[in-house]
C-alpha cells in the first residue's frame, strides 16, 4: 500500500492548489482525479463562458460602430466559429493544469475514481493508498428543480452548453442568477432569441436592487425577453408553461443550483458526515468530522468561486501539514457576474448590513455619470455603492460598470483591512479610470462629515490666524 502525506481528491481549483502547496512543503502528496485536470473552471466555467461572453461582446460592438460612422452588422453570429474561440482559450490555458506542470513541484497524479475505504485509506481503480491527511475537492454538478417535465426535456446545463454547434432560434433560461443572465446575454448577442425566466421578483436577487435594474434594461435593450416572478410549473412540448403564459423554445437551458459531487466517494467509510443538503460538512479549519480530512471548494456548499476554492484549498493544505490556521474572511471574498455591465460586490448588501448590524448602518453611492471615464465612454448606466458600519468602516461594496471586477479588487483589500473611507482614499487612483467611481464615493463620505464638522474646523481656523497676528 502507497503511502502519502496528503491526497488531493478532485483537479479543479481547490484541488490543485491544495496539492500545489503541498509538494511545495516537501510533502508527499497524491493528486487524483477521475476526469480531467482543471475541473469546471477550465473545461465548462470560468474559462468558457468568459470566452463566450467575449465573443459575443465583440459581436454586440459590431453592430454599435454605426454611431462612430461605420458600418453596423446585423444577422445572427456563426456559434460553431464563436466555439472554435472558447476551444482555443481552454487549449492555451489547459497545459497550466497538466500532470507536467505539477511534476515540478513533486506531485503524482493519478486517474480514477477515489473511493475510501476507512479513515485513513482509499482505492484507486486497482491501487490501494493510505494517507496522513486528504483534501476533498471533488467539485459540483448541475441541479434541476423538480419541475414536472424538465428533466424529460433534457435541457442544457453550465455544463454541456459548450456542445452547441448551431445557434437556436429561441433560447428559453430557466434562472436568473450569474450564471442565466451571463450566458443569457452572450446568446442574445449572438443573434438567439432569449428570454430569461426568474422565479424570484428580480433577476440576480442576492445583489443591490440597482444592479438587477442595470443588467435587466441592458438585457431588453439588447433584444431579450426578461419574465421574473414567473414560477415554470411544467415542460412540454417545446415550453414553459407558468402562470405568465407559455414560453416557447428550440432549446431550453436550466441554471437552477448546483449540487455537491460526493456519490461513490464512500464517505461513510471515511467517517465523513455530509449536510442535509449534500455538501462535505466542514469546521472553521475546513476540517471534516474526520480531522485527519478536510475539504475545499464547491463541495463544502461553502464556496461557489474559484478564487475562494483556490484560497480554501491552500488553506487546508497548510493547516493539514504544518498545523498553522488560515482564517478566510467570507466577509471579504469578492464575487463577479460577467454581463455588461458586470456588476462586483465583496461584502454584504446594504439591506443584509442593516439586518446584521441595525439601522446605524450607512450608504454611500455614486452614479457613474459623475465618473469622467463612464462619461466618455458612454456608460453612465453604472454606479458604486460603499456600505459602512456604524462606526464608519467599509464592511461592502458593490460596483455597477465595466470591468467593475478589477476595480472590486481594491474595494476587497478595504473590506479585510476594516478600512473607513478616509483610509480608502487617501491612495490616489489612475484617471480617467472606472475606479474613480469608488474613489469618489469615499470621497463624498469624507466631504460630508467635514461639512458636519464645519463649524469646529471655521473655530480652529479662526483661531490660527489670531495667534499670527
Not at 321 to 348: F, K
Not at 367 to 375: K, L, N, P, S
Request: hydrophobic residues 40%; glycine residues 12%.
Amino acid at each position: 500500500m502507497s503511502a502519502y502525506d496528503l491526497v488531493v481528491i478532485g483537479a479543479g481549483s481547490a484541488g490543485l492548489t491544495a496539492a500545489r502547496t503541498a509538494g511545495r512543503f516537501g510533502a508527499r502528496t497524491l493528486l487524483v482525479e477521475r476526469d480531467r485536470l482543471g475541473g469546471d473552471c477550465l473545461w465548462t466555467g470560468c474559462v468558457p463562458s468568459k470566452a463566450l461572453l467575449h465573443a459575443a461582446a465583440e459581436v454586440q460592438a459590431g453592430r454599435r460602430v454605426g454611431a462612430y460612422g461605420f458600418p453596423a452588422v446585423s444577422g445572427a453570429a456563426d456559434l460553431r466559429a464563436t466555439m472554435i474561440h472558447v476551444r482555443q482559450a481552454i487549449a492555451a490555458i489547459e497545459p497550466h493544469d497538466s500532470p507536467e506542470a505539477l511534476r515540478p513541484f513533486g506531485v503524482e497524479v493519478a486517474h480514477g475514481p477515489a473511493e475510501f475505504t476507512g479513515p485513513r485509506t482509499l482505492a484507486v481503480g486497482d491501487r490501494r493508498v493510505s494517507f496522513r491527511y486528504a483534501v476533498i475537492a471533488t467539485g459540483s454538478s448541475p441541479a434541476l428543480v423538480p419541475i414536472p417535465g424538465l428533466a424529460e426535456a433534457n435541457p442544457l446545463t453550465s455544463d454541456t452548453v459548450w456542445q452547441q454547434s448551431e445557434l437556436p432560434g429561441r433560447l428559453a433560461v430557466l434562472g436568473g442568477g450569474p450564471i442565466g443572465c451571463e450566458l443569457g446575454q452572450a446568446f442574445a448577442r449572438l443573434g438567439a432569441k432569449v428570454t430569461l425566466v426568474e422565479a424570484m421578483d428580480r433577476l440576480l436577487p442576492r445583489e443591490e436592487p440597482g444592479a438587477s435594474r442595470a443588467v435587466r434594461e441592458r438585457l431588453e435593450e439588447e433584444g431579450a425577453t426578461v419574465l421574473t416572478g414567473y414560477r415554470a410549473e411544467k415542460v412540454d412540448d417545446g415550453a414553459l408553461y407558468g402562470p405568465g403564459g407559455p414560453v416557447p423554445f428550440d432549446a431550453l437551458l436550466a441554471v437552477t443550483g448546483r449540487r455537491a459531487d460526493t456519490a461513490g466517494l464512500g464517505v461513510e467509510a471515511a467517517g465523513v458526515a455530509l449536510t442535509d443538503r449534500g455538501d462535505v460538512q466542514v469546521d472553521t479549519r475546513l476540517r471534516t468530522s474526520n480531522s485527519h480530512i478536510y475539504a475545499a471548494g464547491d463541495v463544502t456548499g461553502r464556496s461557489a468561486f474559484t478564487h475562494l476554492g483556490g484560497v480554501q484549498g491552500g488553506a487546508a493544505a497548510t493547516d493539514a501539514l504544518l498545523g498553522v490556521r488560515r482564517r478566510i474572511d467570507d466577509d471579504a471574498v469578492p464575487a463577479v457576474t460577467y454581463t455588461d455591465p458586470e456588476i462586483a460586490r465583496v461584502g454584504p448588501t446594504a439591506d443584509e448590513a442593516r439586518a446584521r448590524r441595525g439601522e446605524k448602518v450607512r450608504v454611500v453611492s455614486l452614479e457613474h455619470d459623475r465618473v469622467d471615464r463612464a462619461v466618455v465612454d458612454g456608460r453612465t448606466e453604472g454606479f458604486t455603492t460603499l456600505v459602512l458600519s456604524p462606526r464608519g468602516k467599509i464592511v461592502g461594496a458593490t460596483v455597477v460598470a465595466p470591468r467593475a471586477g478589477e476595480t472590486i479588487a481594491h474595494l476587497a483589500t478595504a473590506v479585510r483591512l476594516g478600512w473607513t473611507p478616509s483610509q480608502y482614499a487617501r491612495t490616489v487612483h489612475p484617471y480617467p479610470t472606472y475606479a474613480d467611481g469608488p474613489w469618489h464615493a469615499a470621497l463624498t463620505d469624507v466631504y460630508a462629515r467635514l461639512a458636519r464638522r464645519q463649524g469646529t474646523i471655521g473655530a480652529l481656523l479662526a483661531l490660527r490666524r489670531k495667534l499670527r497676528r
